[in-house]
Each structure stands twice: as structure tokens, then as C-alpha cells.
């Protein structure tokens, strides 16, 4: 599986999709680093979605670096930093 | 003389008159347009419920698709969800060991995270977080209900010490009524044991 979603979450919409691609594809990975960076530089925090073979449980690992995220990922998932409220 | 002055007079008001109807007729047009402006601002800024039930109907799916099925249910059912301290989600943590000594948070929708002991139903504190749209002109700033509990869910099972420490933390009830949490903490034990024992409980909503 490399055909990876990015999503992001959005007050008012829910999520919306900013980038959809094929990481093997040169020219759709490009496109996939080149949105990454802009929304980390805008301040959003990246997630993966992630799921245990074994046990089956779900968790999510934080990214930032477009390299970690997971070669089997399918989707990451951009929301806006925490702060403290 | 007097009568040619007042002759003077009304022949200058004659000929001025176009000019000031002309005056009138712009400064309606511009307060008019004005108001229109106005208008059409008022409308944008109106709130759609529609879009932002639809928006919540679209983070509840998402949510649904990212986190454990005990979790969703959790959620679905009693309004919030229970994550785990680092501590429990260890891998091999699991059963006796969970309920030993380590906390949990509970994470409820545009509410503090409210850390706990389940083993003896102590509050431990609240961690008062929210995600804000920064760079957006949007009128609204607030994530979804279903995107705020899922981007806590993400921030706390991926990263608990950043979310911990991006966080302001408090002593219990600062936000969150302690009586609150402590009947939810009890309605979880009984969701859940009612669960093991394969009985219904009832929907939230």
C-alpha cells in the first residue's frame, strides 16, 4: 500500500484533503513532501493513525519528518498545535 | 430693491436645485450601498448549523476510523473517552497491570483532560489544551466536537509528554465539575462491566 491520504482537520468542515498520492511515484512524492512542509511550517501537528498486528490496538504516532512517517501508512492527519487553554 | 433681492434669492435657488438633488441622489446611493455592504457581511457571518452538524458528522466518522472499537463505543455511548497514562499503554501492559497503579485521562469534547487513578477513582488534575486555527480568518475557530476529542486521542497516544506540556495544568475542578467526572468514572465501571457481562447499556444520545 502506497497510495497515502493528508488530511485536515478544519474548525467548521471536519476534515478536509489536502494531498492524495502515490509515494513510490517521484513526482506525487514530491508533491507530498512540498505540502507536508507547508503545514508543519504553518503549525499544524501531523499523526498517523496506526494499528497493531498483533494485539489490533490503535494508537497514533506523531510525525515530523515526512520521512517517519510509516511506509505502510495510509493516511496522516494535520490538526492545529496544542495550546494551553 | 427688496423685491429684486428676494427675485435674486429665488432665482439662484432655481438654479442651484439640480445641484443639490444631485447631492441627495449620491449620499443615498452611498449610504445605501453601505448598508448593503453591511447586509451582505451580516449574512456571511450568519452560523449554518447545517454546515457544522455536517462537520460533525464528518469528525465522528473519522474518529470512528482511527481509534479502538471499545473507544468509539466508549464514546459513542457515555460522551467522552478513557485513554491510558504512557505508563499502562506499554506493550505487554495490559489486564491486572493496567488497573495497578497507574492513571488514565479522560478526554471529553472541548473540555480539559482530566487525569485520574482508576484503581482508586482519585483526580489527579486537569490539563486545560485546545487546538486553535491560528492562521485563519475564519469565523469559527474551534475544531468539531469529534475532531477536538480526536486530536487529544492523537496528541496523547502518540505524544503524551508534548500534549502534557503544551498543556496548562490545573488542580481538579477548575474547569470540569469534580462531581461530574467522578459520575462518569462510575458510569465507565458500569458501561464496561456491563459490557464483559454481554448486557445492553444504554445510548448517550
New interface residues.
Given amino acids: 500500500m502506497a497510495n497515502i491520504r493528508f488530511?485536515r482537520?478544519?474548525?467548521?468542515?471536519?476534515?478536509v484533503l489536502l494531498a492524495e498520492g502515490d509515494r513510490r511515484a517521484r513526482e506525487d512524492e514530491e508533491r507530498l513532501i512540498e505540502e507536508f512542509r507547508r503545514q508543519l511550517d504553518?503549525?499544524m501537528?501531523a499523526?498517523v493513525?496506526t494499528r497493531d498486528r498483533a494485539?489490533?490496538?490503535?494508537?497514533?504516532?506523531?510525525v515530523r519528518h515526512y520521512d517517519e512517517i510509516p511506509s505502510q501508512a495510509e493516511r496522516v492527519?494535520f490538526?492545529?498545535?496544542?495550546?494551553?487553554? | 430693491m427688496l423685491l429684486a433681492l428676494l427675485a435674486l434669492l429665488v432665482l439662484a435657488a432655481v438654479l442651484a436645485l439640480p445641484a443639490i438633488a444631485r447631492g441627495v441622489g449620491s449620499a443615498r446611493r452611498r449610504l445605501a450601498e453601505r448598508r448593503g455592504e453591511r447586509t451582505g457581511r451580516e449574512v456571511l457571518d450568519l452560523p449554518d448549523p447545517g454546515r457544522e452538524r455536517r462537520a460533525e458528522q464528518r469528525a465522528r466518522e473519522l474518529l470512528r476510523s482511527c481509534v479502538n472499537e471499545e473507544e468509539w463505543a466508549m464514546y459513542r455511548d457515555l460522551g467522552f473517552i478513557r485513554v491510558w497514562g504512557a505508563q499502562a499503554r506499554r506493550p505487554g501492559a495490559a489486564g491486572s497491570a493496567r488497573r495497578s497503579g497507574v492513571y488514565a485521562y479522560l478526554i471529553y469534547p472541548q473540555k480539559p483532560l482530566v487525569a485520574f487513578v482508576p484503581e482508586t477513582r482519585q483526580l489527579l488534575s486537569e490539563y486545560c489544551v485546545e487546538f486553535p486555527e491560528l492562521a485563519s480568518s475564519l469565523s469559527v475557530s474551534r475544531l468539531p466536537d469529534s475532531d477536538d476529542v480526536l486530536a487529544k486521542w492523537m496528541a496523547l497516544t502518540g505524544d503524551e509528554r508534548r500534549l502534557v506540556a503544551s498543556a496548562n495544568m490545573h488542580l481538579p475542578g477548575r474547569q470540569v465539575d469534580p462531581g461530574r467526572v467522578r459520575r462518569d468514572i462510575w458510569r465507565l465501571a458500569e458501561w464496561e462491566r456491563q459490557r464483559r457481562g454481554g448486557g445492553q447499556v444504554a445510548s448517550r444520545g
Fill in positions: 488530511l482537520m478544519r474548525p467548521g468542515h471536519g476534515e504553518a503549525g501537528w499523526a493513525p494485539s489490533g490496538r490503535r494508537e497514533a504516532l506523531m492527519i490538526f492545529p498545535r496544542a495550546a494551553g487553554g
